[in-house]
């Protein structure tokens, strides 16, 4: 019996060591991009563990370099750190970066890789990607966007209007853009005070506090089937109710569904089946099934809610911050605009604004790290070989705060994206880059900047935003992990700027 159990442990340990050896060999191959060294397996825990990532790598990147290798557990991740390499992988490369990592949390929301923005590079993510911009760009025409976004903004302007005491503008935004996502994916309008909203919105922010520092499951894979942690199980309950919900809308329109009235996005991706269906188009049929179609949605309102909700946080800080670029805008919406709405037209004449929002994104990290990506292919960045199927994130922080690209990087100055005569630059400055570039660029990117600015636009045309009096704006930030930042919480106060 001793034989026997020294037998399987000599086999174990010889497989293991078999199995280290051949990937040092492997890895002998390549011309890996430096990085620090790491106890194996555990890997860089003090980088990957901490909230503040973006700004640890962005220091290793000082000694090592722009593409920098770390491991995150036992897996090798590399970080592009400037915009050199990430345009290099990301454009140039066309898709050898294009893939995504699969990790066990997103096969739970993903619903086994049936999304957008998680799924790795195939000609069904191809197919799912262009339906989807193609439902997106059908809120650019005419005045849909911008009454869209009049609407929604109009009900809790209002209501802010009543606040007669400093108040926490988070409170507001943050509902506000759900329910613009609301009336996009779903075609609702719902009061303001609407208690489904509210739990949704409860259990999105439960769930970034859950992500924060990571789930041991996505580390360590094999963890969920053998001894699965609380916060595993958190997890799946919180994305059930999710995906419920998502379901259940998507089953609502599908009862009521007519192809000739388009109330919002779920019409635009059921018509989309419809015409499959007209033209007997079988194989786009098979990729149009429900799930499918549902998980499209959860990734346009996912994916927008939070960044832009972040993005307006830090454009009031902002704001706030520095009254006088506050009253700049103010002047130009008042001459551009005048009393009426703010509407995509002006859009092309709101310069300075809209420089102001360009400033807000690329000091405010919203996207952290963005999506990681995977390389499809044996390929190179910066003179480095990157073995096929490696994990890549873009350091987005360091490539906004890049001193060669940026004079003065943690100043908050709108004249960067000017010219003389205080029209918009034509061609953006080369590192600014918050919706990331190629293949897997931000779909929503197109949508996001012009609701933002109408939105900005919405909000100083009314009111006088400013910190409670003999309140200073608090310096520190809100570290919500995998490099996203947000204001310390702040309270503001307002003033209607014609009083109604
Ligand atoms: C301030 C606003 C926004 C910012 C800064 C932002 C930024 C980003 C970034 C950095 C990525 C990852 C790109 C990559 O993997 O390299 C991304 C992906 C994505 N974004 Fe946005 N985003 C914003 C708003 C939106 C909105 C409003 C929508 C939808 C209406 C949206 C939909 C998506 C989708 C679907 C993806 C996944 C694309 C793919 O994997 O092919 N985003 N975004």
Known sequence: MAILSLNVQTILAGLTIGL??????????YRLPPG??????????????????????????????????????????????????????????????AGRPKFNSGEVFTEGGKDIA??????????HRKIAGKALRHYLQGDLLENM????????LNKMAKEKEPFFFKDYVDLMIFHQLYTLCFGEKRPVDDPEVKALLKLDNDLFDLFGTGLLEDIVPYLKDIYPTAKWKKFNKMMGEILHLLHTKFKQHVDTFSPDKNRDFIDSLLMARQE??????????EKLEDTYLVQTIGDIFFAGVDTTRFAMDWFVYFMTRFPEIQTKCQEEIDRVVGSGHPSMKDRSNLDYTEACLFETLRLANVAGLGIPHKTICDTQVGGYDIPKGTTVVINFWALHQDPKHW????????SRY???????KPIRPDSWLPFSA??????GETVAKPELLLLCANLLQRFDIRLPDGVKANPEHNMKGFGIELPSDYKIVVKERIEN
């Open 20 to 29: 280290l050896v051949y990937k040092a060999i492997k890895r002998m191959r």
């Open 36 to 97: 620090p060294w790491c106890i194996p397996l555990i890997g860089h825990y003090k980088v990957y563990g901490s909230v503040e990532i973006h700004k640890k790598i962005a220091e290793l990147s000082k000694k090592y370099g722009p593409v920098v290798r770390i491991s995150f557990g036992p897996q090798m991740w590399i970080v592009l750190n400037n915009i050199d390499v990430t345009l290099e992988a990301m454009v140039k490369k066309k898709a050898d970066f």
């Open 118 to 127: 998680f799924t790795s590079y195939s000609p069904t993510w191809k197919f």
């Open 149 to 156: 976004v009049q609407d929604n903004a109009e009900k809790f």
């Open 276 to 285: 499959a269906e007209n033209e007997g188009d079988e194989a786009a049929l």
């Open 407 to 414: 004079k003065d990087p943690e100043q908050f100055d709108p």
């Open 418 to 424: 000017l010219d003389e005569e205080g029209k918009m």
């Open 438 to 443: 190629g293949r897997r660029v931000c779909l």
